[in-house]
């Protein structure tokens, strides 16, 4: 009963924090002192805006819960429905998005789920340079990186609370200063564990978890022009991580990264950085390794655009256990006339979970997309997928190929 209690209070306590923010985006016109619309001084329009929007797919995935070996195929049909409003005068920016995600699979009813997407913020300009921000969103989260990110099996519905203090400032010598501060609290609903061995810290068999943690951030960045086209930047960032139920699973991360941004010919950019670093667990070994980036874009004649890259950075998944990530991706765009757009994506990597015993993932996928936009509200859209992952336990052998048609409408 004092468990039930708990979670409920918890739960409570979500809701009032995104009934806020969200009362804060959909109400605050009330208060306006200018008119809908209303161009600022200087810089964006002021007043209040607000966007209905709503999407309609039809689905068929050939592995609906992501078995290993394959699994049954299902046809479905997903519907969001929402509203998006936002509100800016002077300093002050607010808003909210309040919409649900609805996915009825009519093979098997039984895997069919919803979801609420609800976030709300508000952020003011409380000096020259300084920035303040505090949001909230409700929403579903993707559980493991190397499965397909918008899967229903992948998704788990979760809030995120945060609260951040931004400051930038122009130095001497062409420099510019990037400050940022940010405090995190996580919490998800239960999800399956498919990772095996299960992650250091739970009783072996577990076959649930609720994710729950505290997270700080801190992040310098100096970035100088170092001519017409090239920036030059150096970044620092440390994080500190307290997990609820996984004390053993505490950690310090660190890294350091330095690059260029520089725009190589007339219609290519490229980034290209390296640096170092570390995660270390309070409980256990210290990680380090090199991390780094290439990226590539640009336009070719014919109206094709094109981007191209590889990363190695630290990152978490949605329970907070840290990775290092390895992906590289490739693309193609071609403009088909004014209404019609073509890409094909294809992309792949590794992550390797820095907690002990978890293991790593690796993974590829393919991508081709078709979308037209049939007025200035609707647009439709044809989208083939697959997906390929290799991992331990539930996550080795995991193939999936998908079709979708899609309709979306934004007022």
């Not at 068929?60 to 049909?77: I, K, Q, R, S, T």
Request: glycine share 12%.
């Amino acid at each position: 009963m004092q468990g039930l209690t708990q979670k409920g209070l918890a739960a409570a306590r979500r809701g009032l924090r995104v009934a806020a923010l969200v009362a804060i985006g959909l109400f605050a016109p009330a208060f306006a002192r200018a008119d809908p619309g209303e161009p600022g001084a200087s810089g964006p329009r002021e007043g209040f805006a607000w966007h209905p929007y709503a999407s309609l797919t039809a689905v068929y995935d050939d592995n609906v819960l992501l078995a290993p070996g394959g699994g049954p195929g299902e046809p479905g049909l997903w519907f969001g429905p929402g509203i998006e409003t936002s509100y800016r005068e002077g300093a002050w920016r607010t808003g909210a998005d309040v919409g649900a995600d609805l996915r009825q699979y009519y093979g098997s009813p039984q895997i069919s789920q919803y979801f609420w997407r609800i976030s709300g913020f508000a952020e003011v300009d409380a000096m020259r340079g300084l920035t303040l921000r505090v949001s909230d969103a409700y929403a579903p989260q993707p559980l493991n990186y190397g499965l397909p990110q918008d899967d229903l099996e992948n998704l788990v519905q979760s809030n995120r609370l945060e609260a951040q203090a931004r400051y930038r400032r122009e130095l001497p010598e062409e420099f510019i200063l990037d400050l940022t501060l940010r405090g995190t609290r996580f919490d998800s609903d239960p999800y399956q564990v498919r990772q095996d061995p299960v992650p250091a810290g739970l009783p072996p068999g577990t076959e649930s978890f609720n994710a729950s943690y505290d997270d700080v951030t801190a992040e310098v960045e100096l970035q100088r022009g170092m001519g017409r086209e090239v920036i030059g930047y150096a970044r620092l960032t440390t994080r500190e991580r307290w997990f609820d139920d996984l004390p053993q699973d505490d950690l310090t991360e660190v890294s350091g990264l330095a690059g260029i941004r520089w725009r190589a010919l007339r219609n290519v950019e490229v980034e290209l950085g390296g640096g170092y670093g570390q995660i270390d667990f309070h409980s256990g070994p210290t990680t380090p390794g090199a991390i780094g980036l290439l990226q590539l874009k640009g336009d070719l004649e014919g109206g094709w655009r094109w981007n191209a890259g590889v990363t190695r950075m630290l990152t978490s998944d949605i329970s907070g256990f840290n990775y290092a990530e390895t992906v590289g991706h490739a693309g193609l765009e071609k403009q088909l006339g004014p209404r019609m757009r073509a890409t094909i994506d294809a992309f792949g990597g590794q992550f390797d979970n820095q907690a002990p015993g978890v293991g790593n993932q690796k993974y590829y996928a393919v991508e081709a997309a078709l979308r037209r936009q049939l007025t200035r509200t609707l647009q439709a859209g044809l989208v083939v997928r697959h997906w390929q992952t290799y991992g331990q336990g539930d996550l080795s052998n995991v193939t999936q190929n998908r079709v979708l048609l899609e309709f979306k409408y934004r007022r």
